[in-house]
């Protein structure tokens, strides 16, 4: 018994510990917004990624609004790099090509400089409210002007740039990682090749993730901190796998009361973010110029690490099962980074006290901000984040309103995300579901398991509205290569040829936008086009409605109807942002007439 006392104790230090470091670096990233920083205390170059140039131009248009706002540090470049047009080349080409443009940017000064390299390229259509503006600029409930994930993701790292040698971080911009370590102590970025974080998970985490194989070490005192070697690393290993390969860790150990793990006496050690060192980077640089223009997608988790540590092998290059389409040239592009990378070092650094957190998703996000007790408290999210809305809503910890304009009499009820809409008198919105965008009209009644997002478009010069409505549940992704076979493609859970039925359209009369062998809710023409946003989330609302009663209607019969897919195409960012500014303007008009 005292035993399990003892670690109950522990864990709950470590919980509050964890909460306590946290709120530290939220609070020192709090004082460098809108000041200029101090050589050495922040990073020299931040570097976002793009997938395209229209994407480019977003986030640039994003970060001149956000340094304008005093929303990040000044007097850091903050760079936006768009991938070379043609065929995809992953977040590892990404790192590639963005090296080799800040090197043309900075030439020898570069060996100085520590970089961030935040991935953030890609059409986030697993959270499409995230597609329009970029998931690295997804809105959270907190902090004072209101974060998104650029500054959670930069907050987070504030204690890194300044004691860390000149290279390269690269990180992911929809996870967050979350650390404590021993007060007065910093993780150090010092040693030549990768150096890697590395949390402790359960097994079925590090099946979709990457493990590291660990060199032994010396029985420690379970510190929050530790620098370990590693042997090879595993990229979303099966369990087998793990336990073959000596990645599993038993006994009791941090992880038992490290609140990440399952208390159970097994874990691996998972990947999140690394760092590489300059002379390392330069040496990619040089297998860059040597590989020629990248015509394949590269992973810079798998196809990296991979190569690195005593015990790599060079088997994982023949492996394409965990590549999205498999190119000719893959396999010999991996193995030129086998052998340019063979031999470097793999430094791991364990934060045995630590969280890794994946908001990439509708069920993700919903759960982070809604359900998830933990992360509140570490990240001190709130309910009612910048917005104007009924009391119980704003004590409700369940639903959290963001940058939105409620009217008194509205009701949300729990597990429900709003952000950046205007609702009026007695709106009512159902449980776990998502508005992004939107201005609704009173009375209506917004369904339970839903994502609503509008959108606001140039098209031949008009601009036009699309509000899009989905099942939280819905896979964009799921596609079939022809039209026969559309029945099994599901939209609120009911097939979509079913849905057709009720709004009055036959499956000849569903046309797809983009590629036509891959067919999907993604390029399906199912959402109408109108004249402004009110009427524009009505209409989409009524089709749903449409769903639920026998009657068929005759809805769509007379819109122009567009995709997500060419929603987002034809998207004209500058005025979505002119209606947050309108909303922000308001909100501070309500906020000083209730003060």
Request: aromatic content about 8%.
């Amino acid at each position: 018994g005292s035993f399990y006392n003892t670690m109950n104790e522990l864990q709950k230090r470590w919980k509050l510990s964890l909460q306590k470091s946290t709120r530290q670096k939220l609070e020192k990233f709090d004082r460098l917004r809108g000041k200029r920083v101090q050589d050495g205390e922040f990073w020299d170059v931040a570097i976002i990624t793009a997938v395209d140039e229209t994407q480019k131009a977003a986030y640039e248009m994003q970060i001149t609004d956000k340094l304008h706002r005093g929303e990040l540090p000044l007097g850091v470049p903050f760079h936006v790099f768009a991938d070379p047009p043609g065929p995809k080349i992953g977040n590892g080409g990404s790192t590639l090509h963005s090296l080799e443009q800040v090197k043309d940017m900075y030439g020898e000064k570069l060996s100085g400089f520590r970089i961030i390299i935040i991935h953030a390229g890609g059409f986030s259509q697993r959270l499409p409210s995230a597609s329009a503006l970029g998931k690295i600029f997804t809105a959270l409930p907190l902090g004072d002007p209101l974060y998104q994930m650029l500054e959670l993701k930069l907050a987070m790292y504030i204690d890194f740039p300044s004691h860390m040698r000149p290279g390269v971080l690269v990180t992911c911009a929809d996870d967050i990682e979350l650390y404590a370590i021993k007060e007065n102590v910093a993780i150090v970025f010092d040693r030549p090749g990768f150096s890697a974080l590395a949390h402790p998970s359960p097994l079925s985490i590090g099946r979709t993730h990457g493990v590291f194989v660990l060199e032994p070490a010396a029985e420690s005192d379970l510190p929050e901190l530790e620098y370990r070697s590693c042997h090879c690393f595993l990229h979303k290993p099966s369990v087998d796998k793990m336990q073959a390969s000596g990645a599993v860790c038993s006994g009791v150990s941090c992880a038992e009361y490290s609140s990440s793990c399952v208390s159970g006496s097994e874990f691996v050690y998972t990947d999140s973010t690394y760092y590489i060192d300059y002379h390392t980077a330069t040496r990619l640089l040089a297998l860059l110029k040597e590989i020629g223009p990248l015509d394949c997608e590269i992973d810079a988790y798998g196809d990296f690490l991979q190569a690195l540590g005593p015990g790599a092998t060079p088997a994982y290059t023949k492996h394409t099962a965990n590549v999205t389409k498999e190119e000719k040239n893959l396999v010999n592009v991996r193995e030129q980074i086998f052998s340019l990378l063979k031999g470097t070092p793999l430094n791991v650094v364990v934060l045995n006290n630590s969280k890794f957190y994946h908001v990439g998703t509708t069920q993700e996000y919903l759960f982070h901000l809604t359900g998830d007790p933990d992360l509140r408290a570490e990240l001190g999210l709130l309910s009612d984040a910048f917005s104007i809305c009924p009391g119980d809503t704003s004590k409700d910890s369940a639903v959290c309103v963001i940058h939105s304009l409620l009217h008194p009499s509205c009701a949300v009820a729990s597990g429900s995300v709003i952000e950046y809409s205007r609702l009026g008198p007695n709106v009512t919105v159902g449980g776990n579901t998502i508005i992004s965008g939107c201005w609704i009209d009173g009375g209506l009644s917004v369904p339970s398991n839903a994502f609503i997002h509008s959108l606001t478009g140039s098209l031949n010069g008009d601009t036009v509205f699309v509000t899009i409505m989905l099942g939280i549940e819905d896979n964009v992704k799921k596609s079939v290569s022809s039209v026969s076979d559309i029945s099994q493609l599901q939209f609120f859970g009911t097939s979509l040829v079913t849905c057709l039925g009720c709004w009055g359209l036959s499956v000849g009369d569903l046309k797809f936008s983009g590629d036509q062998s891959c067919l999907s809710l993604w390029n399906a023409r199912v959402f109408p086009l109108c004249s402004d946003l009110q009427s524009s989330f009505a209409t989409s609302l009524q089709m749903i409605n449409s769903l639920h009663s026998e009657s068929s209607c005759s809805l769509l019969q007379d819109f122009k109807l567009f995709s997500l897919q060419e929603a987002l195409k034809y998207k004209d960012l500058d005025k979505m942002l002119r209606f947050r500014k309108g909303l922000f303007e308001d909100i501070c008009k309500e906020k000083s007439k209730a003060n």
